[in-house]
């Protein structure tokens, strides 16, 4: 049986072998609406082995979600094709609708964008006017969505003034913070510490989401000094190894 192999239906292909690997005897399936053109394209698309042609997609119901109907066949070739750990099944994780689409776009970094260019791409032109807003509902929950199937992006904004007129998104590598080198400046994305050091250091303002630089570090590395919201910490080395940052590559 041929299997789809073009990029473009990528994400609705393993959101359906998402779907049927978790209720595998349903005979239909609800879609968000972000995925409509996907839809229409699956329902013209040909399945064909050499006695069997079929469609991805036998009906599809349009309303506030996409009801799908799909076949005995296709849910054979979804669950055989597609196994739970394989790379299109990951893409199925990703729950923002603008995700696949930030996806698609930083395929190649550094990648450089106003807000207003990055707004017209997703579909959005009349949405959010505020920047904090399209920051807070679209940006970070699509970047943390890719965080969630281990593509890691930093985000850096370019400012005249007090406006973000530019974003530039880079590569983010994990480390923790005794990986760090002097001057480097990574966001707080875990701590792994128990009582009593976790107490000690969200006492510190040492919490997920802040940025942290290295400012310098002994020669054995024993003790660090590290910079948060502009106050001066010391760590020990234990304390450090439980902080795990994301800095630009």
């Not at 303002?205 to 024993?222: M, P, W």
């Amino acid at each position: 049986m041929e299997v789809l192999n073009t990029k473009e239906n990528i994400f609705l292909i393993s959101k359906l072998a998402r779907l049927v690997k978790d209720n595998p005897n349903n005979e239909s399936y609800f879609i968000e609406n972000s995925y409509k053109d996907d839809v229409n394209t699956l329902l013209n698309k040909l399945v064909i082995s050499d006695n069997l042609k079929t469609h991805w997609i036998c009906w599809a119901k349009f309303s506030d979600m996409i009801e799908v109907g799909i076949n005995k066949h296709i849910k054979q070739v979804l669950l055989e094709k597609f196994k739970p750990n394989s790379g299109i099944v990951k893409m199925a994780r990703l729950k923002n609708s603008y995700s696949p689409k930030f996806f698609e776009l930083l395929k190649e970094l550094p990648f450089e964008i106003t807000p207003e260019a990055l707004k017209r791409e997703l579909g959005i032109v009349d949405k959010y006017e505020r920047y904090y807003d399209f920051k807070k509902k679209v940006i970070l929950p699509s970047l943390n969505d890719l965080e969630n199937i281990d593509i890691n992006i930093n985000l850096l904004e370019i400012k005249d003034g007090k406006k973000v007129v530019k974003l530039l998104f880079t590569k983010g590598e994990k480390m923790s913070v005794n990986e760090m080198k002097i001057g480097q400046v990574g966001v707080i994305k875990k701590i792994t510490a128990t009582e009593p050091f976790k107490s000690r250091l969200f006492s510190l303002g040492i919490v997920k989401g802040e940025k942290i630089r290295l400012l310098k570090h002994t020669i054995a590395k024993n003790t660090y000094e590290i910079e948060v919201n502009k106050s001066k910490i010391a760590l020990r080395n234990e304390e450090a190894k439980m902080i795990i940052v994301e800095v630009e590559k």
